[in-house]
């Protein structure tokens, strides 16, 4: 990222200049693409939190009124903790499921960025980024399978 | 209280953890732990369940608009990584073996310290010279970022990126540890060991946070630990704050107020971890 500072960094034009230049974008700004992949990751999450949050609302209209329920919602409980589960607990349009499945996209946004960062040094031809960031990838792989071996 | 009751005041809550956090560079699960545990009575492992996505969802949401302005330096970013991560995995085991309360109070200890070092800092706020560093040319670490209080682009030199490295592991093992981000440890370990201006090392310390806390959600997942009842809302208000911190807040503010503010936080999340290690 060496190119001259630009005084406004926030402008979409910068990105839209380099298309227009002939040159690949995400060369010049890897910063747009991960951005968005941030932005949209996140969004994604929150919809599907969202969406399940409603449903349950919807499939549960004693939530709204008694207190009962919050006892036995904040104590401790099994909660789904595989993929199976929440796959599972998604097809019978549990809304928990649903909140679930959005909470792992979440978790997988993180991932994405860092796997979206070694294809950009790759192609910026940054051997030894794509070393380090091949490295960390290798490590966040290893965290969720043992996590699930656990 | 009802369950619908409930998740409102969660929200609320969330929205101001995030809001903070994202200013602060910081996760906003020390803020959220201590509100969900003791006034809302949520059981604590679920509560550092949800802390550890609201980590990530804060992470995400702020490091979004900071990336774009070219406030976080990714390559340095990239580079701590390596420490981050191995030390989330250790932590994420760690904290199985080694007991709560001692957590706690070395955790408490190393807050109070870094409060003091960065009050410290505050007050001798001459710029010294950056001392040159081989690996950190190496590495191309250095980087510039746009001012908006000084309306100039400022560039700077990183130096010691293996006492950064080492401080990163720390911080890392953190994180695992207790379910927060840990931005606490991130921010000085840069600020002030490797010389990145303030702005700079909050913004690639909140970049960095998602990728560490990734690292220890799948094994509190695995646990059982993330319930979606406690951890929906509480990702909905944490990134809703968290957006509205970065994307309206974080230009106008003067560092100096901004390393006071953090300064302030420290302390009492110190005080916090430290009587809760004392007391059983």
């Known amino acids: 990222m060496s190119e001259a500072p630009k005084p406004e960094p926030r402008s979409p ?74 796959v599972a607990g998604a097809l019978a349009a549990r809304g928990q499921a649903f909140v679930m499945a959005g909470l792992l996209v979440m978790m997988a946004v993180p991932v994405m960025r860092v796997a979206l960062s070694l294809l950009i040094f790759r192609q910026q031809k940054d051997r030894l980024y794509v070393g380090i960031t091949a490295t960390v990838l290798a490590m966040l792989v290893l965290s969720f399978l043992l996590g699930a071996a656990h | 209280m009802t369950p619908f009751l409930f998740m409102l005041v969660v929200l609320g809550f969330s929205v101001g953890a995030g809001l903070l956090g994202s200013l602060l560079g910081i996760g906003g699960g020390l803020i959220l732990i201590p509100v969900l545990t003791l006034l809302l009575k949520v059981d604590i492992q679920y509560a550092v369940g949800a802390s550890i996505v609201s980590v990530i969802a804060t992470s995400s949401g702020a490091a979004a608009a900071y990336v774009r302005d070219r406030m976080a330096n990714t390559r340095v970013a990239m580079f701590l990584e390596l420490a981050t991560t191995a030390g989330a995995l250790s932590g994420a085991f760690m904290s199985g073996l080694v007991g709560g309360r001692g957590v706690y109070l070395v955790f408490g ?172």
Request: hydrophobic letters at 50%; charged letters at 15%.
């Open chain 1, 13 to 86: 034009e910068a990105a839209t200049a380099a298309v227009q230049d002939g040159e690949d974008a995400s060369l010049l700004h890897p910063e747009l693409l991960i951005s968005d992949l941030l932005r949209y990751g996140v969004a994604a999450s929150l919809a599907l939190v969202t969406l399940g949050t409603v449903v349950t609302f919807f499939r549960h209209p004693d939530y709204l009124v008694s207190s009962e329920a919050l006892q036995r919602l904040t104590s401790p409980h099994p909660v789904p903790h595989t993929l199976g589960d929440v």
């Open chain 2, 109 to 280: 200890g190393v807050m109070a310290w870094s409060a003091l070092v960065m009050l410290r800092r505050m007050r001798a706020s001459a710029e010294a010279p950056v001392p040159a560093d081989a690996l950190a040319d190496r590495l191309a670490l250095h980087g510039s970022y746009w001012d908006e209080s000084q309306s100039r682009e400022v560039s700077y030199r990183v130096t010691r990126p293996l006492a950064g490295l080492g401080l990163m592991y720390v911080a890392g093992t953190v994180s695992g540890m207790l379910g927060i981000g840990s931005g606490a440890l991130k921010v000085p370990a840069m600020d002030l060991a490797m010389r990145l201006p303030l702005k700079v090392s909050t913004a690639t310390s909140n970049f960095m946070i998602g990728v560490t806390a990734a690292a220890s959600a799948g094994v509190y997942f695995a646990r059982g630990n993330i319930d979606p009842f406690i951890a929906g809302p509480v990702c909905v208000g944490v990134t809703l704050g968290a957006w509205l911190g970065s994307r309206h807040l974080m230009a106008r503010v003067n560092s100096t107020w901004l390393r006071a503010l953090f300064v302030g936080v420290l302390l009492w999340v110190a005080f916090e971890m430290l009587r809760k290690g004392w007391a059983p």
